[in-house]
Structure formats: structure tokens, C-alpha cells
T-cell receptor
Framework: GAVVSQHPSRVICKSGTSVKIECRSL??????MFWYRQFPKQSLMLMAT?????????EQGVEKDKFLINHASLTLSTLTVTSAHPEDSSFYIC??????????FGDGTRLSIL | ELKVEQNPLFLSMQEGKNYTIYCNYS?????LYWYRQDPGKSLESLFV?????AVKQEGRLMASLDTKARLSTLHITAAVHDLSATYFC????????FGTGTSLTVIP
């Protein structure tokens, strides 16, 4: 099956720093990538949808200046959490899809801001 | 906005017992997914249901879809400890809409 690689799997950093998370589709071209956020014992919340070569579409309540998304190629999307604070600590999951493939999920990134 | 509700939210059951998790959704969709999530892990795809009346089975899990009732079920047969996890349904619209999740604990 299709493989989506997410990196890093775990990040711990100090408040105020920026953190970049990468999401790569390894064996298919992903025209669309999705970024989700999951708090403990809760469901996944869609943050934004990114299409290759265009600006991401953010869900209501998600600050686009804080969560920068770049989808520069058909195999790579990045999420940068800028000036991260403890309340940004969460589990972030990406997924990749194209018209033929259903969504395939990355392994997730656990972000902890001290 | 499409809403997806799962029932129950938490489930504790003994090994060997059967139980059904329900997933209700609010508007028409022709694709429904079931996922498993272990603690600290991402989602593992279990089933994709693409049409009314679809039924799929894998081991002790069986999923079905009734698009007219906007209902999907995940039936657990003779539960074993290894099935302990959180199970999510997701409905495909213009995006994925996830259910609230069902946290399952199987007690030896």
C-alpha cells in the first residue's frame, strides 16, 4: 500500500521556537495533503488542506500565520509551527491523497513545547 | 457541515464477548472508512466501505454500511486483548470528517 512518511516523530522544544514537520508521499504523487491535529483522547481535527502549487486552505479557527503550510511538490508538504507555545503541544498527523488514492496517513508527530 | 457521531465513546468488555460500535453521519456520503489508533500512534486503515449494503470482514472485525440510514457499524466478535485501541470512523465529503472515536478496552 501507499506509504506516507512523516518526520520527525517526536519534537520537544522551548517556547518561542519554530518547528517544521515534513510529510512525504513515498510511492505516489499527492495532489492534496491534509494536516490534522489531535489532542489527547480526542478525535482528529482538520487544520488545513494543501494542494500542490497553491495556497493552503485553513479550517475556521486555525491561524494561518502561526501554522505555515507549504506544498511545493507532489511528494512533499511541510507544516511549520511558528513561535510555538505550550498550548500548541499536540499530535500532528498528515495525510496524502490524489484523485485515485484515498487518504494515506503519516505516522504522526508528537510536539511538546516546554 | 457533515457531522459524524460514534457510539459508544468508551467501551470496556471481556475477552470472548461480542459488541457493536455505531457510526452515524448527517449527510449523504458514498465512502466510509474505519481506522484503528493505538496509543501514541497514527491511524491504521481497517476498512473502506464504498456502497450501500457493503460488508467487509477482517479477522474478528466486521464493518457494514447502510447509506440510507446513514449508519455504519463495526462489529467485534469474540474480542481479544489485542483489539484494545481507539476506533474511528470517517466519512468522505469534500474533506474527511472523523467520528468522535470509540476507546475500546478488552479485559482478559
Amino acid at each position: 500500500g501507499a506509504v506516507v512518511s512523516q518526520h520527525p516523530s517526536r519534537v520537544i522544544c522551548k517556547s518561542g521556537t519554530s518547528v517544521k514537520i515534513e510529510c512525504r508521499s513515498l510511492d505516489f504523487q499527492a495532489t492534496t495533503m491534509f494536516w490534522y491535529r489531535q489532542f489527547p483522547k480526542q478525535s482528529l481535527m482538520l487544520m488545513a488542506t494543501s494542494n500542490e502549487g497553491s495556497k493552503a486552505t485553513y479550517e475556521q479557527g486555525v491561524e494561518k500565520d502561526k501554522f505555515l503550510i507549504n506544498h511545493a511538490s507532489l511528494t512533499l508538504s511541510t507544516l511549520t509551527v511558528t513561535s510555538a507555545h505550550p498550548e500548541d503541544s499536540s499530535f500532528y498527523i498528515c495525510s496524502a491523497a490524489n484523485g485515485e488514492q484515498p487518504q494515506h496517513f503519516g505516522d504522526g508527530t508528537r510536539l511538546s513545547i516546554l | 457541515e457533515l457531522k459524524v457521531e460514534q457510539n459508544p465513546l468508551f467501551l470496556s468488555m471481556q475477552e470472548g464477548k461480542n459488541y457493536t460500535i455505531y457510526c452515524n453521519y448527517s449527510t449523504t456520503s458514498d465512502r466510509l472508512y474505519w481506522y484503528r489508533q493505538d496509543p501514541g500512534k497514527s491511524l491504521e486503515s481497517l476498512f473502506v466501505l464504498l456502497s450501500n449494503g457493503a460488508v467487509k470482514q477482517e479477522g474478528r472485525l466486521m464493518a457494514s454500511l447502510d447509506t440510507k440510514a446513514r449508519l455504519s457499524t463495526l462489529h467485534i466478535t469474540a474480542a481479544v486483548h489485542d483489539l484494545s485501541a481507539t476506533y474511528f470512523c470517517a466519512v468522505a465529503g469534500n474533506q474527511f470528517y472523523f467520528g468522535t472515536g470509540t476507546s475500546l478496552t478488552v479485559i482478559p
